[in-house]
């Protein structure tokens, strides 16, 4: 709930295990909603008493087309919705908008205990 409001994330990772402790983090967190290091996705939804669904697409779509936003929609028991896509969405970041609760935070990595290991894996460990 606090990482929630706030403003920036610091996670301390151990030296000897920085990818996997930053994994089951990362997972954890994403679990509850917050987005670590993204922007929101471009995505304008509104919903509507009647008319549809209305999809505009501002730049060609990879994944999304129309019936895939109606089968999510659907899932969501939205029948009516204006929708425009001004960014070569997911449909995991369309679900994120329509869902609504999500949260964007920059994150910074901390590693502790760094002086268990040599300069070799430490540069390994800077390139990942």
Do not use: W
């Not at 295990?17 to 987005?35: A, N, V, Y």
């Not at 939804?45 to 087309?65: A, I, W, Y």
């Not at 659907?74 to 329509?98: G, K, M, P, Q, W």
């Amino acid at each position: 709930a606090v990482a929630r409001t706030a403003n920036l994330i610091f996670i301390v990772l151990d030296v000897l295990k920085p990818l996997g402790h930053k994994k089951i983090i990362e997972k954890e967190l994403e679990g509850f909603g917050i987005r670590l290091n993204k922007t929101p996705p471009n995505i304008i939804f509104k919903k509507k008493d009647k008319g549809g669904v209305n999809m505009q697409t501002m730049v060609p779509q990879s994944e999304l087309d129309l019936e895939l936003v109606k089968t999510i929609l659907a899932e969501y028991r939205i029948h009516n919705a204006d929708i425009v896509l001004r960014c070569d969405a997911t449909s995991d970041e369309f679900i994120d908008v329509v869902e609504g609760n999500r949260t964007y935070i920059p994150c910074i990595y901390l590693l502790n205990k760094i002086d268990q290991i040599s300069i070799e894996e430490l540069d390994i460990i800077c390139k990942i």
